[in-house]
């Protein structure tokens, strides 16, 4: 059964009998009473003698602009310090906010709620909480809503969600006194009379969880909700929790603008943000019409409405103004608002290791921030983002004064996507041309947007100087998204039944480096091939390492996995059986070769983040016998004089031979001490979790086998770098000793080949730094640079030749100044020898034409590839002639769109039995023709 259905069975319980599933005393003892929405049907509580529920789309407004219903009037800031006081006398803990960023998830990418923080772990039961009840102001993110963001009022693409929680076992679930606490926070705390105040009942669902829920409306604005989660879900059902824990969403930003009654919940919440956007942007808002709009600006959620275009014409009918000027007036006012958000989704989002992509979850970073300079465009304003987002940092300072110390960083890739934006804006305006002339659907416009990053504002713009209309749809950046799920659907890798097998010994934890020979039993064979141990100082395959071989009796090890605490060996052939003694002996210089390598590649990762700035995450890494592959992001190409930074750091640390830290800790002690950095290299279940340490450096949960110091790294060297997709770069490295040793053989073989090809060109000399630089000009791999430039070279040559050019390299001082001359040559000579041959065949074209007198079908005997081009080109320009060639056992006939012949059928009679493909005015048969000229007769 889905989750809707789930839902909906819940419903159907709690409607039937609400005290066993909602804190009903605690309404009861303060004069609350169950009623019926006479309008949703929804069951609700009220102190008052109301039939509605207080929803705007029941009640049809807001009814606290202007006349806030709280006694307290709190900003933004004050909100989370009242509310954190007011809790913490009631005995719940407060903590630190998690990442925006669901590091510690792998079915999600962005934190969408508090609760988010806990599942799958506390929830379940496997790991401690933080705190126990506890409260939390957690950033979250969701962009499902991008369209209504600035419109209605109250939608965000990242909010603040305090959290409520509390984690039991089912007979000390308090939920009276949890329910009761965030009745005195609204009623006590804020100021809220109880007669204003409506609880909704309902049921939630997300993250295999679910439960009942309660939800509170103030003057048709929802403040939150409190979950019961009771029940797990999933392929089995639906089943009972060991724990029963309390789930409480309230939004901080909604408190600060209903106790304000601002006209906007941003002038509320971003007070100094949009007082900056004001007077940068000079647009004065018409606060009269504003007041008397904003009431009903909930009603044009793209979501809910069947027509945005009906909506607004219902207010515009119900203000008595016109629908045109209403949305003129409003616009303007909805793009700066929009600009507040994104701007803070940006800095926040960047500053936990986000950037904004075409890939996954930072999609919709780009999105937002091209949604926002397509605002900033179209009305002509001389607005930086990045001075807004320096703005919001010092505002939200008291809560997150973590989000002041990345500025820069923010700063410099905004700065990059905004180049790349005005460029791609550049690039595109043909191909936006072309599309609006053929006519632009739906699907035209998303595809614009998201192959060319062209905003529908854009299209709109040209397709007005054009004279033509373009209607983008109401839920457009809804659309867009559905293109791009935040995470990959992977299907999991089928794991070895090992239930009612006792977890191994892990005993290379212990001996990583000292012993690699050791004496077990065999407690299971899964299969022919795999047998389980009681211990094993074989490592099995995980964290981006290579698993150990060896020998268990002198039988090979060619395989070792892990599943569930159990060690799996894969023998190439035996004959051990349950019961059995082994002896294993474990590849030494492989396991040293492998830890080496690992260390080494959180040396790098580590220098690649100082150098490159905190946005540098981990998202990938692969480490092999004879080197190790790390992918970064980062949100352009690495350049030569960064990875010689990186390299450089990297092998300071070693030299300083750092002792390296490696142990088990408990997660939530080690995620107070040391934060979200753990998880550099993704998820990691478990109570427990093993960390290491590169003091001044690195600090991540891992699980692979590590030197006991740096210095036994020896050394470090980057042999390759490449953006292998939008946001990710990719450094691959050796270490040791040896493998430099052979690296440098490499190195010098290179630069003397690449020194001995251009010793008459480049008079400087030639640097590793410039090999780097000029591979990455002509996109190849250091060791084919010589080879590469020499092609290049001949090729500038010959091109010279044809076109009578006279042959001057020059002479240049870097070798990356010489490589990009003559590949800046080659495209040139191309592009004009191309616009040479064109014209020659145009006019050979143009002679066959009028050669051919009144005969409306042409033979030509020619090259088969010039054949093509040749006939390409005449039909073209005279639409009424077709032409007919044969070549590599092939037979074409192309006909112009006025000649009146059919190329398909004209084929078939020529050549009956050849199997005739294309369309009638191109086709193509799988036969020759022995005489063409007299084929044209039958024609």
Not at 230 to 255: A, F, P, S
Not at 604 to 622: F, N
Not at 903 to 915: C, F, G, I, M
Request: neutral net charge; hydrophobic residues 35%.
């Amino acid at each position: 059964m889905d989750l809707k259905h789930l839902k909906a069975d819940l419903k159907h319980k709690t409607d039937k009998d609400p005290s066993s599933y909602y804190a009903v005393s605690v309404l009861e003892e303060n004069d609350f009473h169950r009623e019926n929405c006479v309008k949703c049907s929804k069951f609700f509580w009220t102190a008052s003698d109301s039939s509605l529920c207080g929803d705007p789309e029941c009640s049809g407004s807001y009814t606290f602009i202007g006349d806030p219903p709280t006694k307290n009037k709190l900003d933004f800031i004050q909100v989370w310090k009242n509310f954190s006081k007011f809790f913490n006398k009631a005995g719940y803990e407060s903590i630190n906010r998690y990442p925006i960023v669901a590091r510690w998830r792998d079915d999600v990418y962005w934190n969408n709620a508090s609760i988010y923080n806990f599942q799958p772990h506390v929830v379940s039961g496997e790991v401690e909480p933080p705190a126990n009840p506890l409260i939390v102001p957690q950033l979250c993110a969701r962009f499902n809503d991008i369209d209504n963001v600035g419109v209605t009022g109250r939608h965000y693409t990242s909010f603040v969600m305090i959290g409520q929680h509390a984690f039991t076992p089912p007979d000390k679930f308090e939920q009276d006194k949890y329910f009761r606490d965030i009745y005195d926070w609204l009623v006590k705390g804020i100021g809220i009379a109880p007669h204003e105040l409506k609880f909704h009942e309902d049921q939630w669902g997300g993250g295999g969880n679910l439960g009942p829920c309660m939800e509170w409306f103030a003057r048709g604005l929802e403040l939150g909700n409190q979950v019961y989660i009771n029940y797990e879900y999933g392929d089995y059902g639906v089943r009972d929790l060991d724990l029963k824990v309390l789930d409480m969403g309230t939004g901080q930003e909604r408190y600060s603008w209903l106790s304000h009654g601002t006209d906007t919940s941003y002038e509320a919440n971003y007070p100094t943000a949009v007082k900056q956007l004001y007077k940068v942007s000079g647009v004065k808002p018409d606060r009269t019409l504003l007041s008397r709009f904003l009431p009903y600006s909930g009603l044009l959620n793209s979501e809910e409405v069947s027509s945005i275009d009906k909506a607004w014409e219902g207010i515009a009918k119900h203000l008595d103004v016109d629908t045109k000027v209403l949305r003129e007036e409003i616009a303007p006012l909805t793009s700066l608002y929009a600009i507040g958000d994104h701007t803070r989704t940006l800095l926040i989002s960047i500053n936990d290791g986000a950037i904004p992509s075409n890939v996954g979850g930072c999609y919709n970073l780009r999105v937002i921030l091209r949604r926002a300079l397509s605002f900033i465009d179209n009305y002509d304003w001389n607005l930086d983002l990045s001075d807004i987002c320096e703005t919001h940092a010092k505002y939200l300072k008291p809560q997150y004064p973590e989000l002041l110390e990345n500025l820069e960083s923010v700063r410099e890739i905004l700065d990059y996507e905004k180049s790349k934006y005005i460029s791609t804006r550049k690039k595109s305006k043909q191909t936006v041309m072309q599309a609006i002339k053929k006519g632009v659907s739906d699907s035209v416009l998303i595809g614009l947007y998201d192959s060319h990053g062209v905003s529908p504002e854009y299209v709109k713009e040209l397709a007005a100087e054009d004279g033509k209309t373009v209607k983008v749809p109401e839920n457009f950046y809804a659309l867009v998204a559905e293109r791009h799920p935040e995470v990959e659907k992977k299907a999991k890798p089928k794991k070895a039944d090992v239930s009612g097998i006792a977890e191994t010994d892990m005993l290379y934890y212990k001996h990583f480096n000292r012993k690699f020979k050791f004496d077990a039993k065999v407690l299971n064979l899964i299969g022919k091939d795999k047998l389980v141990l009681d211990k094993t100082l074989f490592y099995p395959t995980g964290g981006g390492q290579e698993h150990d071989t060896g020998t268990l009796n002198d039988y090979k090890v060619v395989d070792v996995s892990k599943s569930s605490g159990v060690v799996i060996h894969t023998l190439d052939k035996h004959k051990l059986k349950a019961g059995d003694k082994v002896h294993g002996i474990v590849d030494k210089e492989r396991r040293l070769s492998l830890a080496k390598n690992h260390t080494a590649a959180h040396i790098v990762g580590g220098a690649a983040r100082q150098i490159l700035g905190p946005h540098t995450w981990q998202t990938g890494s692969q480490i092999d016998v004879d080197k190790g592959r790390l992918d970064i992001s980062h949100y352009k190409a690495i350049t030569a004089e960064e990875v010689s930074e990186i390299e450089k750091l990297a092998n300071k640390v070693v030299a300083e031979n750092r002792k390296t830290e490696k142990g088990l800790e408990d997660r939530a002690e080690a995620e107070k001490k040391y934060g979200f950095i753990l998880y550099q290299g993704g998820v990691v279940p478990g109570n427990q979790i093993r960390v290491m340490k590169i003091p001044g450096l690195d600090i991540q949960a891992c699980g692979g086998t590590h030197l006991d110091s740096t210095g036994e790294v020896e050394g470090v060297k980057i042999i390759k770098t490449e953006k292998i997709q939008d946001g990710v770069v990719r450094l691959v490295f050796v270490a040791g000793k040896g493998l430099l040793e052979e690296r440098r053989q490499k190195e010098e073989s290179i630069e003397k080949a690449v020194s001995e090809l251009v010793k008459d060109f480049v008079t400087g000399p030639i640097s590793e730094s410039d090999i780097l630089e000029s591979s990455q000009i002509l996109r190849v791999q250091k060791e084919q640079l010589s080879k590469t430039l020499l092609r290049f070279l001949g090729e500038v040559g010959s091109m010279q030749k044809e076109l009578s050019e006279e042959a001057d390299l020059g002479k240049f001082k870097r070798l990356r100044d010489f490589t990009s001359s003559v590949f800046d040559d080659w495209k040139r000579l191309s592009k004009d020898k191309a616009a040479l041959e064109l014209r020659i065949l145009s006019e050979k074209a143009e002679q066959i034409a009028t050669s051919a007198g009144k005969s409306k079908l042409i033979a030509i005997d020619e090259d088969f590839g010039e054949s093509m081009k040749l006939a390409s080109l005449i039909t073209s320009n005279s639409p009424e002639l077709a032409v007919l060639f044969s070549g590599k056992g092939r037979t074409v006939l192309i006909s112009g769109r006025k000649s009146g012949l059919d190329s398909q059928k004209a084929l078939n009679k020529l050549l009956p039995k050849a199997k005739i493909s294309g369309n009638p005015h191109r086709a193509i048969a799988d036969k020759p023709l022995k005489d063409i000229k007299e084929a044209t007769k039958k024609l």
